[in-house]
């Protein structure tokens, strides 16, 4: 967009360029949209209100956090053997590390292991789950992709892997090597629990695959061993049996095992969505954006079509009019005696009359 300019012999000191068109400033486009400020100012209070009116329809949803730590142990003497006879066969299992930790938690079998152990449905969805029959009810968004005209139903693991899915958040900073695992509730209580059963489900799975693999790889030492004749390596071997039998001893210490946790699960006080005001403000300054684009862009095909009709209407040009405005469009100079009826003959007669005087 730009704005004519009439024939200022100081174009060119100025850097306007030759063919009169200079662009817009901030505040040409204020004057341009200060005819439709009633507008901007309705459509802005309109989106403002629309948006408060539906997330005041959405219910409070309470966030609990629990923070944790990958135990790390220290490492014995025995580590170097161990790495040494890997070979062998033997699984190896190592410290916790915070990646382990977080895929674990986002992982699809403990979300479908903890709604199986505790139903947590009437909790998660207090207002489709029906205690008394345990079904569940299709919601408005489950209908537009399943048939819901079988009426509800009871609760499976993809019901379970969708609330884990809109309300499980799993965060880690590897700076620090701590991990966040957050629940998203209707009722604070209930966030907290299911926090608390998450936490509790990922240390019994830790627990449970480190002494399976301790009792697989006691069984395989146990077998190298009565078929080994070399008595170095028959020593190795009972050394390696020694560490897998601490394993699993460390293993059956739950509290110790798998991770620390750093920050308890608390009951929230407050909140956490959805942010009302915020949501609202956010709507309001993208409908008041929206339309100033509109305006702007139906005065730009208003003044292209009068361009093309042969009449100077663009934005600027001299007798161009805003609506609402009478007269000029703001900030045009119109020089006086350019081009106007009876200009010229008027200064020859005014010339006239000095020739004969001089």
């Not at 915070?98 to 992982?107: G, K, M, N, P």
């Not at 969708?162 to 590897?174: F, H, I, P």
């Not at 028959?234 to 920050?263: C, P, W």
Request: net charge neutral; proline share 6%; charged share 25%.
């Amino acid at each position: 967009m730009g704005r004519r300019v009439g024939n200022d012999p100081m174009m060119k000191e100025t850097g306007i360029s030759a063919d009169g068109w200079e662009p817009l400033t901030l505040g040409d486009y204020l004057r341009l949209l200060w005819p439709a400020k009633w507008w901007i100012l309705v459509v802005g209070l309109l989106c403002f209100g629309a948006a408060f009116a539906v997330t005041s329809r959405m219910p409070n949803r309470y966030r609990a956090t629990a923070v944790l730590k990958p135990d790390v142990p220290e490492q014995g003497k025995g580590s170097g053997i161990l790495g040494n006879l890997a070979g062998f066969g033997v699984t190896l299992g190592g410290p916790t590390r915070v990646e382990d930790l977080e895929v674990l938690f986002r992982s699809k079998d403990l979300t479908v292991r903890v709604f199986s152990k505790y139903t947590l449905w009437a909790a998660v969805f207090p207002d489709r789950y029906d205690a008394k029959t345990g079904t569940l009810r299709p919601d408005w968004l489950d209908q537009l992709w399943v048939d819901a005209s079988e009426g509800p139903k009871p609760p499976g693991k993809w019901d379970a892997i969708r609330a884990a899915e809109a309300s499980l958040a799993v965060s880690s900073d590897r700076r620090t090597g701590i991990i966040s695992v957050s629940f998203d509730a209707r009722a604070p209580g209930n966030a907290a629990r299911v926090v608390e059963y998450f936490l509790e489900e990922a240390k019994s799975r830790l627990q449970e695959e480190a002494l399976g693999r301790a009792n697989r790889n006691k069984n395989f030492l146990a077998a190298q061993i009565d078929r080994t004749l070399d008595p170095i390596i028959r020593e190795r071997l009972y050394t390696l049996y020694g560490q897998e039998v601490e394993k699993e001893m460390l293993a059956k210490n739950r509290e110790q095992f798998g991770f620390t946790l750093i920050d308890t699960p608390e009951v929230p006080d407050r909140k956490h969505s959805p942010r009302r005001l915020l949501t609202s403000a956010i709507s309001a300054a993208t409908g008041v954006l929206f339309t100033c684009l509109w305006v702007l862009v139906r005065r730009s095909i208003t003044a292209t079509r009068s361009r093309d009709d042969g009449t100077d209407r663009r934005f600027g040009a001299e007798g161009d009019t805003l609506p609402g405005v009478v007269g000029p469009s703001p900030g045009v100079t119109t020089h006086e005696g350019d081009d106007q009826p009876g200009s010229g003959e008027q200064r020859t007669m005014d010339q006239g009359p000095r020739e004969e005087k001089g």
